[in-house]
């Protein structure tokens, strides 16, 4: 398995443009997460879905962030408009909520954000 | 809610020292616990985990033991490489949402292991 794919690996974007984060997660698995990683707040956890399903976007920063997953291979993470202080790395992680690899996350490498 | 507690780094050892990394956690339940690792530039990994108290995790030479009576998941490894330079995270299940494969993440712990 490809594992989870995140695209693009690098954004340089210009404060107020749109942004969309892509994640793409391990086949199979039923649930999504969305975190923010900086050095001043750590790992954050954004939203998550289960069976494509949003399950809790309270960490969601504010009106400005928005997450679909239309179906069960693809989720989107948009900012609009864009803000400095959103420069931070994205992470998209995937699970499976059944089985022997029950609750283990599997993490992609993570889209690097830069808002200039 | 349930928590988790890592000890603050950074963590600056020589190559081939012990290593422990703390963790304690808050949980009313019987959560699984895990270690994750960073290594620079990419996302995070699963390391090890236990799933019931008593059970040890390990792998790549690391362990840690799922300690109920005190609420713990220490990492430990007995002879550091400079390779294992990393950012480690320990984390628990959310008991409450299990089904969704939540995880609740400690602070992350830095370490630099030097030649």
């Known amino acids: 398995d490809a594992g989870v794919i995140q695209s693009p690996r690098h954004e340089v974007t210009e404060m107020g443009q749109e942004v969309t984060l892509r994640c793409k997660p391990i086949s199979g698995h039923n649930s999504l997460f969305w975190y923010r990683q900086t050095m001043m707040r750590g790992l954050e956890l954004l939203i998550y879905?289960?069976?494509?399903?949003?399950?809790?976007d309270s960490g969601m920063p504010e009106d400005r962030f928005s997450a679909k997953m239309p179906n069960a291979s693809f989720s989107t993470l948009k900012i609009q408009p864009s803000e400095p202080r959103d420069s931070a790395v994205y992470f998209c992680a995937s699970s499976l909520a059944w089985g022997q690899d029950k609750e283990t996350q599997y993490f992609g490498p993570g889209t690097r954000l830069l808002v200039l | 809610g349930n928590s988790v507690t890592q000890m603050e780094g950074p963590v600056t050892l020589s190559e081939e020292a012990f290593l422990t990394i703390n963790c304690t956690y808050t949980?009313?339940?019987?959560?699984?616990l895990f270690w994750y690792v960073q290594y620079p530039g990419e996302g995070l990994q699963l390391l090890l985990k236990?799933?019931?108290?008593?059970d040890k995790g390990s792998n790549k030479g690391f362990e840690a033991t799922y300690r109920k009576e005190t609420t713990s998941f220490h990492l430990e490894k007995g002879s550091v490489q400079v390779s294992d330079s990393a950012v480690y995270f320990c984390a628990l299940s959310d008991e409450w949402e299990s089904n969704t494969g939540k995880l609740i993440f400690g602070q992350g712990t830095t370490l630099q292991v030097k030649p």
């Open positions: 949980a009313t339940g019987y959560p699984s």
């Open positions: 236990a799933t019931k108290a008593d």
């Open positions: 879905f289960n069976n494509n399903v949003p399950i809790d």
